[in-house]
């Protein structure tokens, strides 16, 4: 069984940092696109940034400039390094990752409150 386990989220004031980081563990085949998505109360569910296996990255415009994603592929593991970090930024922060192990399946950890003060 595949499990995402997220780490890191907080209570931080406006012009902060922090970085999360979720680890995938079980029987992993390979694993493709990781990404890291949030959703705010109310809100839909939305993407912050992607890494590819070749760690090419893609951010949403509301972050770029600001967030960090990356990945260690020997421990499948992604990050995401958060600076200068805004009241809007408050979310529960979700990881997502395409793994194989017969099949490609989309996979979610249980999410990480991130919480900005003004």
């Known amino acids: 069984q595949v499990q995402l386990v997220e780490s890191g989220g907080g209570l931080v004031q406006a012009g902060g940092s922090l970085r999360l980081s979720c680890a995938a563990s079980?029987?992993?085949?390979?694993?493709?696109?990781m990404g890291w998505y949030r959703q705010a109360p109310e809100k839909q569910r939305e993407l912050v940034a992607t890494?590819?296996?070749?760690?090419?990255?893609n951010y949403a415009d509301s972050v770029k400039g600001r967030f960090t994603i990356s990945r260690d592929a020997a421990k499948n593991t992604v990050y995401l390094e958060m600076n200068s970090l805004k009241p809007e930024d408050t979310a529960v922060y979700y990881c997502?990752?395409?793994?194989?192990?017969?099949?490609?399946?989309?996979?979610w950890g249980q999410g990480t409150q991130v919480t900005v003060s003004s």
């Open positions: 997502n990752a395409q793994i194989v192990v017969f099949t490609t399946k989309q996979y």
């Open positions: 890494i590819t296996r070749g760690d090419s990255a």
């Open positions: 079980g029987r992993i085949g390979s694993i493709n696109i």
